[in-house]
């Protein structure tokens, strides 16, 4: 594929979870995710390379679940 060409569609899901840990162990242990912690508190779940889902605590104005997150190409400026 050409260099220029953005990639478009699903990049990761993000879970807001009031209970974040017990989230990423249950998910870790469904779907054999490699579960490491970061600097900003988030839980970032890989497979392989890949960041597949990070974990967090929701704001108090956020809704918890399952959120995507998606690469709609590059910024036009």
């Given at each position: ?54 974990i ?6 956020e ?12 910024p036009?400026?």
């Open positions: 594929m050409p260099e220029d060409v953005p990639v478009k569609g699903l990049r990761r899901m993000e879970l807001r979870s009031n209970d974040p840990a017990g989230s990423a162990e249950h998910y870790r242990s469904l779907f054999g995710w490699i579960v490491m912690p970061a600097d900003d508190g988030t839980l970032r779940c890989w497979v392989g390379d890949r960041l597949a889902a990070l967090r605590r929701p704001a108090d104005w809704t918890p679940g399952w959120h995507p997150s998606s690469a709609a190409g590059r036009r400026c």
